[in-house]
């Protein structure tokens, strides 16, 4: 069993910042590369960014290239996505969990609005 626990989403203006975090747990997850999602309003969840095992390697979507950076804590079973300079396009509920393929389990999300 897995289990994914994102927090800190919130409203803030346009070009302001946010840090999310996730604890994760399950056995399947250790080794895991972990990413970050989101899911817009009437869109599609899509992929933000992918942290690989030892953190030194990271992958990321276009729209949000430069401006998101995502972490983790090995020790902790912590992922983190650092986000400047946020946009109104940024307003989604983001979840993380595996990558590339996600289990069949979500977290509850942590809703970002961006908006003056």
């Known amino acids: 069993q897995v289990q994914f626990v994102e927090s800190g989403g919130d409203l803030v203006k346009p070009g302001g910042s946010l840090r999310l975090s996730c604890a994760f747990s399950?056995?399947?997850?250790?080794?895991?590369?972990m990413a970050w999602y989101r899911r817009a309003p009437g869109k599609e969840r899509e992929f933000v960014a992918a942290?690989?095992?030892?953190?030194?390697?990271?992958s990321y979507s276009d729209p949000v290239k430069g401006r998101f950076t995502i972490s983790r804590d090995n020790g902790k079973n912590m992922v983190f996505l650092e986000m400047n300079n946020l946009k109104p396009e940024d307003t989604a509920v983001y979840y993380c969990?595996?990558?590339?393929?996600?289990?069949?389990?979500w977290g509850q999300g942590t809703q970002v609005t961006v908006s003056s």
């Open positions: 969990n595996m990558y590339p393929r996600p289990h069949m389990s």
């Open positions: 942290v690989y095992w030892h953190g030194t390697r990271t």
């Open positions: 399950g056995r399947l997850l250790h080794g895991a590369t």
